[in-house]
């Protein structure tokens, strides 16, 4: 192998490869380069994170504002027009059938049973159920109270409504009916002993007089229910005692299950037999 020899008494330097990278414009890239790099990084990290924490800042800010939106109340009290409504008497009716049947025929019938000349305002809102406006207090009351009310023999139950809820979420599953409890002693024929009967068919509304042989009880009876001709309670001291039901202006029910709304031959209960009811017309 050839050595080198000195040059003027001096050893020539070997040039071995230098291990810089090249930059990119083709010089040789030194410390000073490398500090101006990592100098330029370093600026690129700061103002991205800079521009991230402005994006957070204005996310935050639009869910805030989206917060406040979502909390605000709407104030009645506020709205001229909600302020110079006057009072209205309305209510929620259902039509309990799977019969067909005409709205204008059915209110018709109703506004003429309560002296009406003209059929009082209905909207329909489906399912046999109609928001019913009363002209009257007095009219909303007698309804609202009175009943049951019938159309081709079949319920038309009203409810009040406030119109403050929501129309769908006034549920309709019972009516109000008048029942006779009949051979109660003497002795025992109080209005609590006959509303302590009453609660073994439905809420108890009122208690009527005793008339005759029998106490009179409003309830409200569950329509998902079948009709119970006797009622039996336990009494402290005495033997278990039965007492027979009758009801009054019934609407048509099926006399195989018992239940209102439906006919026996339209009955959905298979094998049903039929049974009797103690019915009373006013």
């Known amino acids: 192998m050839a050595s080198l020899q000195p040059e003027n008494g001096k050893m020539a330097a070997c040039v071995k490869p230098s291990n810089s990278h090249t930059a990119s414009n083709g010089a040789p890239g030194g410390d000073a380069t490398m500090a101006s790099k990592k100098e330029k990084d370093l600026d690129e990290r700061r103002s991205q994170d800079a521009?991230?924490?402005?994006?957070?800042?204005?996310?935050?800010h639009n869910r805030e504002e989206e917060n406040a939106d979502e909390d605000e109340e709407y104030t009645f009290e506020d709205d001229e027009e909600a302020t110079q409504m006057h009072p209205r008497w309305m209510?929620?009716?259902?039509?309990?059938?799977?019969?067909?049947?005409?709205?204008?025929?059915?209110f018709s019938e109703s506004s003429s049973l309560w002296g009406k000349k003209e059929p009082i305002p209905v909207r329909e809102l489906g399912d046999n159920r109609f928001l019913v406006e009363f002209d009257s207090e007095k009219l909303w009351c007698r309804v609202i109270e009175g009943g049951p009310w019938k159309h081709e023999k079949d319920a038309v139950i009203f409810v009040p409504y406030d119109g403050?809820?929501?129309?769908?979420?006034?549920?309709i599953?019972?009516?109000a009916l008048w029942v006779r409890?009949?051979?109660i002693p003497v002795s025992m024929i109080t209005d609590g002993f006959a509303r302590a009967l009453g609660t073994k068919l439905g809420r108890v509304i009122e208690v009527g007089k005793a008339i005759q042989n029998y106490k009179r009880v409003k309830v409200d009876f569950p329509l998902a229910k079948p009709l119970r001709?006797?009622?039996?309670?336990?009494?402290?001291?005495?033997?278990?005692?039965v007492f027979m039901v009758k009801y009054e202006n019934i609407p048509h029910f099926c006399f195989g299950c018992g239940r209102i709304g439906h006919a026996q031959e339209e009955c959905p209960d298979e094998g049903h037999t039929r049974?009797?009811?103690?019915?009373?017309?006013?």
């Open 51 to 60: 521009a991230n924490v402005d994006r957070q800042i204005v996310l935050v």
């Open 91 to 106: 209510a929620i009716a259902r039509y309990y059938s799977g019969k067909a049947y005409s709205t204008w025929a059915l």
């Open 164 to 171: 403050v809820h929501c129309m769908s979420e006034v549920v």
């Open 173 to 175: 599953d019972s009516i």
């Open 181 to 183: 409890i009949y051979d």
């Open 229 to 241: 001709q006797m009622i039996e309670q336990r009494v402290k001291g005495k033997r278990s005692m």
């Open 275 to 282: 049974v009797a009811f103690f019915l009373v017309k006013n």
